[in-house]
């Protein structure tokens, strides 16, 4: 079994940036995916980057969020900067030993419990 813990969300104004971090326990990650989602208030959860063979992002964060992983504290990190409004959601992290695409929800085999960023105006 695989607990993922998400830490650092908080309430920003639009233009900052925050970090949020997955720590994973239960045993090493080193080979899952491990990726974050979002979900806003009546929202489907939608995919937001992705840490495994290879790092991808969604469209809509590229150039703005980073993913990074520290595999020695089994912890992945979203750097997220210049934040908009339309990033306010609750954000997920994930993990899945196999992972095809990386970007449907249904890929993945452990979740957290989230932590809730807010973006104001």
């Known amino acids: 079994q695989v607990q993922l813990v998400e830490s650092g969300g908080g309430l920003v104004q639009a233009g900052g940036s925050l970090r949020l971090s997955c720590a994973a326990s239960g045993r090493s990650v080193s080979s899952f995916v491990i990726s974050w989602f979002r979900q806003a208030p009546g929202q489907e959860r939608d995919f937001v980057a992705a840490?495994?063979?290879?790092?991808r992002l969604a469209d809509s964060v590229k150039g703005r969020f980073t993913i990074s992983r520290d595999r020695a504290k089994n912890t992945v990190y979203l750097q997220m900067n210049s934040l908009t409004p339309e990033d306010t959601a609750v954000y997920y992290c994930?993990?899945?030993?196999?992972?095809?695409?990386?970007?449907?929800?249904?890929?993945?085999?452990?979740w957290g419990q989230g932590t809730q960023v807010t973006v104001s105006s």
């Open positions: 994930a993990a899945a030993l196999n992972a095809g695409s990386y970007y449907y929800p249904v890929e993945y085999d452990y």
């Open positions: 840490s495994g063979s290879i790092t």
